[in-house]
Structures are given as structure tokens and as C-alpha cells.
Nanobody
Framework: QLELVESGGGLVQPGGSLRLSCAAS????????TAWFRQAPGKEREGISC????????VYADSVKGRFTIGRDYAKNTAYLQMNSLEPEDTAVYYC????????????????WGQGTQVTVSS
């Protein structure tokens, strides 16, 4: 069975940090572009970061650049999103997705999706 499972969400105070993980099963995640999206209530799904399946190059949305870091653990077949200096505006459900696409592709082009993990930034 091909699936992605996210973990690591939770409640954090402004300025705090969280690390999200995305574990793949049934396929080799490193062969796919892996992206993190988020969706806040009443807002459209937003692509925030992606790591390429070809050369592991990374891209970030302006809203998270300098605060978030995407990476992979090839041995564990996982991807992660390290989130620092979190702000209330970062509150959303976060999803990881994988696909044989170029980073920057629209969300509907990704083949595999996790179930989502809630991140809440509040004092």
C-alpha cells in the first residue's frame, strides 16, 4: 500500500518551533518531489515548500522563507519540515505530498497525500 503519514503537529506559542515528519511506505520517497502544503480555515491550500526528486533542490514560499527548512532522511524514507519562529498566521492543517512533478506544481498534480496534521500557534 502506497501512503504518506504525517506527524509532529501540535500547539506551540508564537516564536516557538515544531518539526513535522512525513513517512512514506510502499515507494521510495527520494525519487519523488516532496512538498508541504497547508490550509487554514476559509483559505485556499498553499504550497509552502518543496524538495526536488532529481537533485534535492529546495524552494520556499515567501511567507516561510528563512523560518522553515525542508529536508529528507533517505535511510528512514521520510521528509521533514523544521518550522522555527512560528507565528499565529502559520496556524493551519499541514499536508505532505509526493509526485513525479516539478517543484512549484499545483497541488492537484501530486499523486500521494498524507492525512494532514494540525499546527496551532497561539499564546
Amino acid at each position: 500500500q502506497l501512503e504518506l503519514v504525517e506527524s509532529g503537529g501540535g500547539l506551540v506559542q508564537p516564536g516557538g518551533s515544531l518539526r513535522l515528519s512525513c513517512a512514506a511506505s510502499g515507494f521510495t520517497l527520494g525519487n519523488y518531489a516532496t512538498a508541504w502544503f497547508r490550509q487554514a480555515p476559509g483559505k485556499e491550500r498553499e504550497g509552502i515548500s518543496c524538495i526536488s526528486g532529481s537533485d534535492a533542490s529546495t524552494v520556499y514560499a515567501d511567507s516561510v522563507k528563512g523560518r522553515f527548512t525542508i529536508g529528507r532522511d533517505y535511510a528512514k524514507n521520510t521528509a521533514y519540515l523544521q518550522m522555527n519562529s512560528l507565528e499565529p498566521e502559520d496556524t493551519a492543517v499541514y499536508y505532505c505530498a509526493a509526485g513525479r512533478v516539478l517543484c512549484g506544481s499545483s497541488w492537484y498534480r501530486y499523486d500521494y497525500w498524507g492525512q494532514g496534521t494540525q499546527v496551532t500557534v497561539s499564546s
